[in-house]
């Protein structure tokens, strides 16, 4: 589905927000069906992730949903992957075989909030996972539950 001009507009200020605050780290992928936008990042070990967001057709009205793009992210017990693990992970449903994470409650979503924003949790996220993999605590000891 092709953007409209309000949706082009918003995306533009979403390209220049990103580019701004992390250059050439920002990939846009834009197929004809799916626009998505990757961010290579590398956490405060040197552990380097990619995140992935998925912009929804009628963006910025819903939530984008957020990955951690590559393999399955592991527990901090061997064999275990994160979504096995107990507690709450703040992990969301995998796709295309990566695995989603939580950044926002879609119901508290507004049209005011922006790509960058999200980003900013997945990075946040990827600081607590690899907390949980240095010390084997649950993610939930290092992210707070998100209100309504």
Sequence with gaps: MPWSNSQQKRLAMEKTLLEKYFGDRVSWISPGHQTKVELQISCSNDKQHTL????PDDFPNSCPNMVVKGP???SFIPMLYLHQYPGDNHTGHNIDGSSGICHFRPSLWTSSNTLYQIFM???IWLEAYEAHLRTGEPMSRYLSEMDG
Excluded at 52 to 55: N, Q, S
């Design 52 to 55: 992935l967001i998925y912009i």
């Design 72 to 74: 399955m992210l592991r």
């Design 121 to 123: 949790k997945g990075m």
